[in-house]
């Protein structure tokens, strides 16, 4: 039971990370013109920056050991015909997928910084804002994806699956429209996504595992059904 309860806060404990460390990685701003962005990768991270990346990095790996757990969750609730916790547990590993193949760029212009003209230090940037946008989509799916099949199977409050459609799918909306017009990508869709896991990951911590729907009246089903059979 413990364990499970610390797989349920992993995802807590990304969303802390990520929000954090986002803010202390771009605590100095975010320069998008190519010779400040140059200028930038020549002067080396700092020391608060580099914690923040760090706290970015860690984050991801606890979401993925969260997607793990919610995929059982869901899938236990829905039963043997269900999708959507699969659907959701792949959004979720596509979503990271995307994150970790865009900050191959930033490590590029990192290991090339000597050699870097200002438009290619600005392209490599812009990579970055690029896979942001795509991964907050991708969120958005996963989002409504979990929130979809918590729904059906009941396994959240209504008032939580009801929230995640919603904010799911004004996340796959903003980034639809980020896609099309990445200088017009409103992010708040993306953040209250993760203020949905954020609330997820804490009422699952604090309720702990409980039976699927259905379980015990099939539990009880069948010891009545032996208790008749052997009288």
Known sequence: MRSQRIAAATGAIYVVLTM????????????????????????GRSPTETV?????????????????????????????????????????????????????????????????????????????????????YLY???????????FVARAL?????????VVGVLTIAAGTAGILDPGGYVPVPFLLCLAWVLVTSILLTVRGRRPAPGTEDRAVDAVQAGISASA
Not at 34 to 43: D, E, K, N, W, Y
Not at 141 to 147: M, S, T
């Open 52 to 136: 923040g990346l760090t706290m970015e990095i860690l984050g991801f790996a606890l979401f993925l050991a969260f997607l793990g757990y919610f995929y059982r969750v869901l899938r236990r609730a829905e039963g043997p015909d269900g999708w959507g916790a699969a659907v959701a547990f792949g959004a979720g590993l596509v979503t990271v997928a995307v994150k970790a193949a865009t900050a191959s760029s930033g490590t590029a212009a990192q290991l090339h910084v000597g050699s870097l003209s200002p438009d290619l230090a600005r392209t490599l940037n812009d990579l970055g804002g690029a896979g942001f946008v795509v991964s907050g």
């Open 157 to 165: 409050p209504r008032w939580l699956t009801l929230g995640g459609l």
């Open 20 to 43: 954090v460390g986002s803010g202390l990685a771009t605590a100095n701003g975010d320069p998008q013109d190519g010779p400040a962005v140059l200028a930038r990768l020549q002067a």
């Open 140 to 150: 958005g799916i996963f989002v409504v994806a979990a929130a979809g099949s918590a």
